[in-house]
Each structure stands twice: as structure tokens, then as C-alpha cells.
């Protein structure tokens, strides 16, 4: 398997993780509305957008509903960037 297959899942979650920060600045959104209507910390949220913690598929599911889009249509999106970043 080579280096950049091996790369497409994390590129898949730091897309998702992108669009998660673009919606919640695009709704002005703030972190404490945000932990408010998904129940996770705001710190949680900010290290989330940060990638310095990998989410959840919980925390993204939470997330996704709160920002009121469909978490398989953000992947879909980011498996497609990805795709085209890697060649496949």
C-alpha cells in the first residue's frame, strides 16, 4: 500500500474537521454556541478545529447535527478533495 493511500483516511477526517470550522465561522457560530447545541466541551470543539485531537464519529455526528448538515455529505465531499489530492 503506498505512503498516500495510507494518508486518504486522515485527509478524509481533516476535510470534514475543515468544513466543521468553515460552517461554524460562515453561521457565526461561537465555540460556547456551538458546545451548547452539541453537548461537547468548547475546548473539545476548538482542539477539534485545531486538529490537535482526532473527533469521534459521536462528536461528528453531534456536530454535523448542530451545524444542520448531513455528516455523510461532508464526507463524501472530503473523500472526493482527498481523492483528487492523491491522484485516485
Do not use: W
Not at 451545524?67 to 491522484?87: C, S
Amino acid at each position: 500500500m503506498s505512503a498516500m493511500k495510507d494518508r486518504l483516511p486522515y485527509d478524509i477526517v481533516d476535510g470534514v474537521v475543515a468544513r466543521f470550522a468553515e460552517l461554524r465561522a460562515a453561521r457565526n457560530l461561537s465555540y460556547e454556541e456551538l458546545s451548547r447545541r452539541t453537548g461537547l466541551h468548547r475546548t473539545a470543539i476548538s482542539l477539534i478545529e485545531r486538529n490537535e485531537r482526532s473527533p469521534t464519529l459521536l462528536s461528528c455526528i453531534k456536530i454535523a447535527s448542530a451545524l444542520d448538515i448531513k455528516l455523510e455529505d461532508l464526507i463524501i465531499q472530503a473523500r472526493r478533495q482527498a481523492a483528487e489530492k492523491t491522484g485516485e
